[in-house]
């Protein structure tokens, strides 16, 4: 059974940093681009970015390239997300999904990892 | 970036009622669409791919339709397991992106 498993709630203070997690199984973790999604309360979805497990290579969209950092470790098939300076206005749920084996469609996704940023 | 316009952005509707949603590209993104259901608490769910191909599992209730710039997403008869929000997302080049949701609930 596919399964992308994401790291637990987050409270963190303006300016600290943190890094979630989203770890796939059931499938073979090289094979498929794992893409960050944001939801801030009560709104839509939005695209953060995408990883290439593979080879670990990279693509952000504009309105978060610069403020999170997206990698992985092949060796735990595990995904992450990270941010250096967080700010109030990162506080929302993310889902880390996986890109499915025809087009860019997301076919798995993560729990959520809800992230609370406040002083 | 390309814009996904979705309408409407809430809807509500009987218990066996067919349920029309549109999303709009603002260029053309020939058949790179998908569609997804969010219930309240939960991820989404991959629904509808390439605009018209229906995921496995998902109930045949669900369609999809539409190529270029305008899509249409269907539910046929609608149940009441179906209320949640539903969103158009676009893969024709980067960023990625999503429609603003359409809120589907009973009447």
């Known amino acids: 059974e596919v399964q992308l498993v994401q790291s637990g709630a987050e409270v963190k203070k303006p300016g600290e940093s943190l890094r979630i997690s989203c770890k796939g199984s059931?499938?073979?973790?090289?094979?498929?681009?794992i893409s960050w999604v944001r939801q801030m309360p009560g709104k839509g979805l939005e695209w953060m970015g995408r990883?290439?497990?593979?080879?670990?290579?990279?693509n952000y969209s504009p309105s978060f390239q610069g403020h999170v950092t997206i990698s992985v470790d092949q060796s735990i098939s595990t995904a992450y997300l990270r941010w250096s300076s967080l700010k109030a206005s990162d506080t929302a749920m993310y889902y880390c999904?996986?890109?499915?084996?025809?087009?860019?469609?997301?076919?798995?996704w993560g729990q959520g990892t809800l992230v609370t940023v406040s002083s | 970036d390309i814009q996904m316009t979705q309408s409407p952005s809430s809807l509500s509707a009987s218990v066996r009622d067919r349920v029309t949603i549109t999303c709009q590209a603002s260029?053309?993104?020939?058949?790179?669409l998908n569609w997804y259901q969010q219930k309240p608490g939960k991820a989404p769910k991959l629904l509808i791919y390439?605009?018209?191909n229906l995921e496995t599992g998902v109930p045949s209730r669900f369609s999809g339709s539409g190529s270029g710039t305008d899509f249409t997403f269907t539910i046929s008869s609608l149940q009441p397991e179906d209320i949640a929000t539903y969103y158009c997302?676009?893969?024709?080049?980067?960023?990625?992106?999503f429609g603003g949701g359409t809120k589907v609930e009973i009447k």
């Open positions: 999904a996986r890109r499915g084996s025809g087009g860019w469609y997301f076919d798995y």
């Open positions: 059931g499938y073979s973790f090289t094979s498929h681009w």
């Open positions: 997302q676009h893969y024709n080049n980067l960023p990625l992106t």
């Open positions: 990883i290439d497990p593979s080879d670990s290579y990279t």
């Open positions: 390439d605009a018209s």
């Open positions: 260029q053309d993104i020939s058949n790179f």
